[in-house]
């Protein structure tokens, strides 16, 4: 358990829907980070906030947004949904946002499965 | 653009040999390399990193070789288990703006056998 919480786990919605994915962080980690896996493809950076703030974009739709609220959690919303955005979508968290990086510092969520039909 | 590759989808291996998957980048700047482990219902969970300044990173049964001059990293897995059967990620993180921000590949499905 990597204390990365996302729900939905899997979610199923029709073309032109609208979801809200939720991730909490663990405890104490002010950065939360938005990934997108579709079928065949690696992670693809998509959002990252620190503290509230948004940090970096990344391959992020117009479609897309997100959002850090105040007790860290995050929520990423995708709005007129298309087959092709069908993925996974993890969150990950971090305690820095800047600094030397290590591996074992950003832990993921087990990921929320969109499926848009 | 991928700028970390990896070119095989999958790899099986017979328990007890050696597993070796292999990673290409193109981006020059990358200074720092991951090996990420997922298994199904999981998210991926860090394996062991390696900085440009080595050429080897051992941990355990695992060890990471860098060869920056290629372009080309590769993780070796001896002996390998069947524990290990798994999609392995390698990861390269954009130093150049902000910590975090992991450039991936598409990950290679790991199937050991006994």
């Known amino acids: 358990d990597s204390g990365v919480t996302q729900t939905p786990k899997h979610l199923i919605t029709a073309t032109g829907q609208r979801v809200t994915l939720r991730c909490s962080p663990r405890s104490g980690d002010l950065s939360v980070y938005w990934y997108q896996q579709s079928l065949d493809q690696g992670l693809q950076f998509l959002i990252q906030y620190y503290n509230g703030e948004e940090r970096a974009k990344g391959n992020i739709l117009e479609r897309f947004s997100a959002q850090q609220f105040p007790d860290l959690h995050s929520e990423l919303n995708l709005s007129s949904l298309e087959l092709g955005d069908s993925a996974l979508y993890f969150c990950a968290s971090s305690v820095v946002s800047g600094g030397t990086f290590s591996g074992n510092t950003i832990y993921f969520g087990e990921g929320s499965w969109l499926t848009v039909v | 653009d991928q700028q970390v590759k990896q070119n095989s989808p999958s790899l099986s291996v017979q328990e007890g040999r050696i597993s070796i998957l292999n990673c290409d980048y193109t981006?020059?700047?990358?200074?720092?390399f991951l090996w990420y482990k997922k298994y199904p219902a999981e998210g991926p969970t860090f394996l062991i990193s390696i900085s440009s300044i080595k050429d080897k990173n051992e941990d355990g049964r695992f060890t990471v070789f860098l060869n920056k001059s290629a372009k080309h990293l590769s993780l070796h897995i001896v002996p390998s288990q069947p524990g290990d059967s798994a999609v392995y990620f390698c990861a390269a993180p954009d130093r150049g703006s902000t910590l975090g921000r992991l450039y991936f590949g598409r990950g290679t499905q790991l199937t050991v056998w006994p």
């Open positions: 981006n020059s700047m990358f200074d720092y």
